[in-house]
């Protein structure tokens, strides 16, 4: 247990009444790194992801945030550490403005009572603060936009702003590039590498030149198992994974970049 690891597992396991989804994965994330999680379709990600954010409780193993073994507490606590997972787009209030969306997502953070409290200040602090985020995810100029006016790309950019309004010290991204368009994409990839500058991100991606050009680490599972971790240069060299990956739509894994 180290400093060195925001977050670890220890022999991580979830079954799904017999079927082994998730196989004594022992994760290592390091702290202030962009890890990526990859692999086939069906490998366990998103259970790992559910397992990580309590949604579903592991089977066994442990897993521990800060070298505090969290394994047995509420999703709500979770977030509280600073473990906040990017909102589903479906999160965002599409009636409400850009900036709307990312003041009820600081109202969240600071609880529902701040809103009572001198209300014409704090709402103007909320405002202030929500400004930045958008400035910072390059929504400035869309403030006023109603969220449902957005691009696929900026709405996925306000959901990045809405959990860094969570203050995450841990954010965990689940496919944050999925369905895109290449400028969206690379708008996300520039986002993301942006916003890891003073935390941690977790994120499963599909897409390879993003998980080449912007991963400090790669942890590669397959049914449930971790077949190879590492930097992308060696991970993409390692025979296991170029065998996993041959034939299946992932394929570009090889050579990509
Ligand atoms: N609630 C559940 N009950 C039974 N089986 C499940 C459940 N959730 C997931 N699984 C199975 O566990 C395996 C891993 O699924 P998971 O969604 O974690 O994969 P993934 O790596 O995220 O895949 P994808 O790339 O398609 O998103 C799959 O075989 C899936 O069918
Ligand atoms: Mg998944």
Not at 128 to 139: I, K, M, N, S
Not at 208 to 224: E, P, Y
Not at 225 to 240: I, Q
Request: glycine share 8%; with cysteine.
């Amino acid at each position: 247990m180290s400093a060195e690891y925001i977050l670890e597992t220890q022999d991580l396991t979830k079954e799904f009444k017999g079927f082994v989804a998730v196989n004594k994965v022992n994760l290592r994330v390091r702290r202030g790194h962009i890890h990526a999680l990859i692999g086939p379709n069906g490998a366990g990600k998103t259970t790992c992801f559910n397992l990580l954010t309590k949604f579903i409780r592991p089977t066994s193993g442990r897993i521990l945030f800060n070298g505090q073994d969290i394994t047995g507490e509420s999703p709500a606590h979770i977030a509280r550490r600073g473990v906040i997972r990017s909102f589903q787009i479906s999160a965002v209030f599409p009636h409400l403005t850009v900036l709307e969306n990312v003041r009820v997502a600081l109202q969240r953070k600071l609880g529902t009572s701040f809103h009572f409290w001198r209300p014409e200040r704090s709402l103007h602090t909320l405002d202030g603060r929500a400004r930045e985020l958008l400035h910072a995810v390059d929504l400035g100029e869309y403030a006023g936009h109603l969220a449902v006016e957005l691009s696929y790309g900026r709405k996925r950019a306000l959901e990045i702003a809405t959990t860094l309004a969570m203050e995450p010290e841990l954010m965990l991204l689940d496919e944050p590039t999925q369905g895109m368009g290449l400028e969206d994409v690379d708008r996300v990839r520039q986002l993301i590498k942006q916003v890891s500058a003073d935390r941690t991100i977790l994120m499963v991606e599909h897409n390879m030149s993003v998980v080449s050009s912007i991963a400090d680490t790669i942890t590669v599972l397959q049914r449930g198992a971790t077949l190879a971790e590492g930097p992308y240069a060696e991970v993409s060299r390692n025979p296991a994974v170029v065998e996993a990956y041959m034939g299946s739509a992932d394929a570009e894994l090889v050579g990509a970049h």
